[in-house]
């Protein structure tokens, strides 16, 4: 069974820090690229960081580059999204998504991904 399970959400203070894990199972994982999302209330989902498989090569999205940084675990099928001094502004769900394609280029759009967890909620209060 393909599944990709994000952890790590929850409530937070302006200025705290979080890390969110994405564990995958049933896919080729050390053989694509991964992605994390974010939906904030009444927005569309949104492009936060992409990672190759390898882990050498990443993006994030230029409002929150000096925050959070992405990495990977490829011996434990898992990827992380460390975000520092968060802000209400970064209240949001955050999803982990799998290119379905091996080999594939780091992506920035959600139709890259075929692949996506449940979410996992982050709430930052002032």
């Known amino acids: 069974q393909v599944q990709l399970m994000e952890s790590g959400g929850g409530l937070v203070q302006n200025g705290d820090s979080l890390r969110l894990s994405c564990a995958a199972s049933?896919?080729?994982?050390?053989?694509?690229?991964m992605g994390w999302f974010r939906q904030r209330p009444g927005k569309e989902r949104e492009f936060v960081a992409t990672i190759d498989w390898t882990g050498d090569v990443n993006a994030i999205e230029d409002s929150v580059k000096d925050r959070f940084s992405v990495s990977r675990d490829n011996e434990k099928n898992s990827v992380y999204l460390q975000m520092n001094r968060l802000n209400i502004e970064d209240t949001a769900v955050y999803y982990c998504?799998?290119?379905?394609?091996?080999?594939?280029?780091?992506?920035?759009?959600?139709?890259?991904?075929?692949?996506w967890g449940q979410g996992a909620q982050v709430t930052v209060s002032s």
């Open positions: 998504a799998a290119q379905t394609t091996p080999w594939g280029p780091i992506a920035f759009d959600v139709a890259a991904y075929g692949t």
């Open positions: 049933g896919l080729p994982f050390s053989r694509l690229v």
